[in-house]
């Protein structure tokens, strides 16, 4: 039976978020750039003749009825292919960190069943159905860096600079999960953030604009009573790296790491090394990518 496996579902980060305003449905309208990175998932995915969509977990459970399993089930139904899968994943993307990981997962498995199905449908046909699943699937199908708007439907991708790509970024994702309603739905959130341009994004991407979603996610106040980590996350990365910032609607802050530390010691460089040692905290040190390493397993896919 045709199989792939060790196949990889990257993460990504907002470089900025900024809301420029709100439709008469409620969708909120963002401009964004995202980046892909090099933390990622790793999925092993084989056929099956009895039609039957399965997942198996590695080494997290994940729920029931994830991205994954929906992904699988929609294009079976969509495709009326009498095939099935068994989808294997080990996941080391945090869940609710902004990062865009079950999103991402989503997307490898709608590109990966359409050859291991023999579908070969073009990439814009996927699109459609990644639009069903989620606002970030459709960005992890194209599989490029993006300057993305609306309500994360109108996708152009982006050439990042050379120096964006391979500056290292330090992660770090406190325990603390905001829910999204919380955040778009907060008083305090700026819904009137001026139209930027990608020509403007580019004259210092990594100073550019903000998170307007920052504000809201520190000011949430967790129903137990504990505290907000996201403040706690910002501020120790600000004085160890001079600059901090959180990706998507959190609660993963990141920052660039600069000039003044050691790169050779990146590899084994941990939230230990930022006064952080709280085991619950997950933090890794990534790099850019300029596309999305599985655009160099499958075969090309047509727009």
């Not at 994940?62 to 991205?67: A, G, K, S």
Request: proline share 7%; net charge negative.
């Amino acid at each position: 039976m045709p199989s792939l496996h060790n196949l990889p579902a990257p993460a990504k980060i907002n470089l900025f978020l900024h809301v420029t305003g709100r439709r008469a449905d409620g969708y909120h309208l963002l401009q964004s750039v995202f980046m892909l990175i090099d933390w990622q998932d790793t999925l092993h995915i084989d056929t099956r003749q009895d039609g039957h969509v399965r997942r198996h977990d590695l080494n997290v459970a994940l729920p029931e009825e994830d991205l994954c399993i929906k992904a699988a089930r929609l294009l079976k139904a969509e495709s009326r292919t009498a095939q099935g899968c068994d989808i294997r994943i080990h996941k080391t993307i945090p869940w609710g960190a902004g990062l865009g990981g079950g999103s991402s997962d989503a997307a490898t498995v709608l590109l990966a069943l359409n050859q291991l199905w023999g579908l070969h449908w073009p990439r814009h046909r996927l699109e459609a159905l990644a639009v069903q699943l989620g606002a970030d699937v459709p960005f992890f199908v194209r599989g490029h860096n993006a300057w993305v708007e609306g309500i994360g439907e109108h996708i152009t991708p982006v050439a990042l600079p050379d120096d964006v790509l391979t500056t290292p970024l330090m992660l770090l994702k406190p325990p603390l999960a905001v829910p999204t309603n919380a955040i778009f739905g907060s008083p305090t959130l700026k819904r009137d953030s001026e139209h930027a341009t990608v020509a403007f994004f580019l004259a210092a991407p990594k100073q550019f604009g903000r998170n307007d979603l920052q504000d809201p996610a520190k000011a949430y106040q967790p129903a137990d009573g504990s505290s907000n980590q996201i403040n706690e996350a910002l501020e120790v990365m600000r004085k160890r790296f001079g600059n901090s910032r959180m990706t998507g609607s959190g609660s993963t802050v990141f920052s660039w790491i600069n000039d003044h530390t050691d790169t050779s010691t990146l590899p084994s460089f941990s939230a230990a090394d930022i006064g952080v040692h709280d085991a619950a905290w997950v933090s890794r040190v990534c790099r850019g990518l300029s596309r999305h390493p599985l655009l160099e397993v499958l075969d090309q896919i047509p727009d």
